[in-house]
T-cell receptor, first 116, second 116 residues
Framework: AQTVTQSQPEMSVQEAETVTLSCTYD???????LFWYKQPPSRQMILVIR??????QNATENRFSVNFQKAAKSFSLKISDSQLGDAAMYFC?????????????FGTGTRLTIIP | EAQVTQNPRYLITVTGKKLTVTCSQN?????MSWYRQDPGLGLRQIYY???????DKGDVPEGYKVSRKEKRNFPLILESPSPNQTSLYFC???????????????FGPGTRLTVL
């Protein structure tokens, strides 16, 4: 079965500090995309960052960056200079590009608290 | 504005009373999907549709029906709701393939359903 594991149900970080959320996944496919989604209290699912599995270079979006280790099937999210607005549930997910069901397989989420 | 809309946003109902949650997108996307979100389980796919009149089961389809008569609409139908269907429901849409560099799945705002 294809799975995504987020081993940290909850994390907290001091405002302006850096935090890393971990994610491992398991798929036998070679072509896929990885995502981190943010879900604030409003419940909206917001795409934070994506990574193409065929790219070795780690994706970066402003204060958000990933550490993608394809052989280890690891995809962690680093948030630098944490801000109060970063407080949310974060979901790691992937999608297999086989032109079939475009299903996102999600992890169970990590709730991030920002300490002022 | 490009968006996915869902109605209602909140619904409290009783066991056995048929209900429909509507989903509509204005981006001419081929692919649409329903997910349910439960604590500790992340988001799981219920049904998906690759195009008009093409639907198929996801991972947790029991107790649900869908239809895709028009490209923009993808309603979720609960013929006889039960308390174990109490959940947060998300509709999503995307072009195909959705994992490409310029594509992503857009999520609706969510529907909080409580079945008593």
């Amino acid at each position: 079965a294809q799975t995504v594991t987020q081993s940290q149900p909850e994390m907290s970080v001091q405002e302006a500090e850096t935090v890393t959320l971990s994610c491992t996944y398991d798929t036998s496919e070679s072509d896929y995309y990885l995502f981190w989604y943010k879900q604030p209290p409003s419940r909206q699912m917001i795409l934070v960052i994506r990574q193409e599995a065929y790219k070795q270079q780690n994706a970066t979006e402003n204060r958000f960056s990933v550490n993608f280790q394809k052989a280890a099937k690891s995809f962690s999210l680093k948030i630098s200079d944490s801000q109060l607005g970063d407080a949310a549930m974060y979901f790691c997910a992937y999608i297999v590009t086989n032109f079939g069901n475009e299903k996102l397989t999600f992890g169970t989420g990590t709730r991030l608290t920002i300490i002022p | 504005e490009a968006q996915v809309t869902q109605n209602p946003r909140y619904l409290i109902t009783v066991t056995g009373k048929k209900l429909t949650v509507t989903c509509s997108q204005n981006m001419n996307h081929e692919y649409m999907s329903w997910y349910r979100q439960d604590p500790g389980l992340g988001l799981r796919q219920i049904y998906y549709s690759m195009n008009v009149e093409v639907t198929d089961k996801g991972d947790v389809p029991e107790g649900y029906k869908v239809s895709r008569k028009e490209k923009r609409n993808f309603p979720l139908i609960l013929e006889s709701p039960s308390p174990n269907q109490t959940s947060l429901y998300f509709c999503a849409s995307s072009p195909i393939p959705s994992g490409g560099p310029h594509n992503e799945q857009f999520f609706g705002p969510g529907t909080r359903l409580t079945v008593l």
